[in-house]
């Protein structure tokens, strides 16, 4: 088959790394993939300083790991969208996009991977998981959503999978360089402050923890004295930073999945999250983790604390979401992926 996905953006975001595994996965699977995303507008100028920036320090957005056709558009329309068999929305934009294109670019699906009306745009989002579409989901809470927003009771559930697929001999160790680590984002959604202020309580408590923290910006303000920020690492690299943490925070108030949660629990680090409802299908509290109240920073911090001064207690927790982890995998999903493009028929308008 023809398969196009419709991407919001090209960049370093969960969402993206999900829609380019998926595309070299089906590929793998024997069908042509193409993805379009919107061309970023930029001066020339600063194209060329970005370009630059990128090449020197040997930079890859997500999409650049795609074996397949890539292609920028200025619109997306009938001219600037290849025909084909499946048309994949990715987004709540690219649904709308996908709604104006013609039957000849493919059957229409919605691949939702979040509760994408944290920018003000409810009303519009909500009108896009009423088309009828063929929708795809990655969570239990984000399927019983979708089906209560939407009326729409067949809503395919596929799991993210994990890229750090490690033994039990390379993920079950104690010796790790840093105590605790999260990533860092900019987003008011992902609640970094919460995160951040809990290792501020953390170090407080007990000045010799070592700390780590990566993401697409640096963290500016008060920080712990004994705190290692990588921007934009590779992919072998932040495999090393959830290998070499024992507990992962994760301080979101809402997650369509929290992806970054199940890879260090792949790598035998013990996570500690806000119950932000992605973490749900992989994190049971108090076995395979611990869940807290999102937005509480001392709550967060004192179940962190707990293990760090209960080993025994971490141990078992790891080996606990150790296995659970395993449970998760990108080509089993990629199967079912494949199995629902090409066994569900085409959906007919009210």
């Not at 290692?228 to 024992?246: E, M, N």
Request: proline content about 4%; overall charge neutral.
């Amino acid at each position: 088959m023809n398969i196009t996905f419709l991407a919001p953006c090209k960049d370093l975001s969960g969402g993206i790394k999900v829609i380019a595994t998926y595309a070299n996965l089906l590929m793998d699977r024997g069908h042509q993939v193409t993805v379009v995303y919107p061309k970023t507008q930029q001066p020339a100028l600063r194209k060329i300083k970005r370009l630059l920036i990128k090449t020197l320090n040997n930079q890859q957005d997500h999409l650049d790991t795609f074996r397949g056709r890539l292609l920028a558009v200025d619109t997306f329309n009938n001219q600037t969208v290849p025909p084909g068999d499946v048309l994949i929305a990715t987004a709540w934009e690219t649904a709308e996009w996908a709604r104006d294109l013609s039957d000849a670019k493919g059957r229409k699906f919605y691949f939702i991977q979040g509760h994408e009306v944290w920018n003000g745009q409810k009303e519009r989002v909500y009108a896009t998981l009423k088309l009828p579409f063929t929708k795809i989901t990655i969570s239990s809470w984000l399927q019983t959503l979708l089906s209560e927003v939407s009326g729409d009771q067949d809503i395919s559930l596929i799991s993210n999978g994990c890229d750090f697929v490690l033994n039990e001999e390379q993920a079950l160790t104690s010796d790790r360089k840093y105590d605790v680590g999260m990533t860092y984002s900019l987003i008011p959604n992902k609640g970094a402050d919460i995160g951040m202020g809990a290792m501020l309580k953390l170090a407080e408590h007990n000045p010799a923890l070592k700390f780590v923290m990566f993401g697409s910006e640096s963290p500016e303000g008060n920080l712990p004295a004994n705190l290692d920020v990588f921007v934009k690492p590779s992919r072998q690299h932040i495999g090393d930073i959830f290998q070499q943490t024992k507990i992962w925070m994760s301080s979101s108030y809402e997650e369509g999945f929290c992806l970054p949660c199940l890879e260090a629990m792949s790598s035998g680090a013990v996570v500690v999250s806000t119950d932000n409802k992605g973490v749900r299908d992989m994190i049971e509290d108090g076995q395979t983790g611990y869940l807290t109240t999102p937005g509480e920073m001392l709550e967060l911090a004192s179940r962190v604390n707990f293990l760090l001064e209960h080993p025994q207690s971490w141990q078992r927790m790891q080996r606990a979401s150790y296995f659970r982890s395993k449970a998760f995998s990108w080509e089993k999903s990629a199967d079912m992926f494949n199995q629902v493009l090409t066994n569900t028929p085409l959906k007919k308008a009210a």
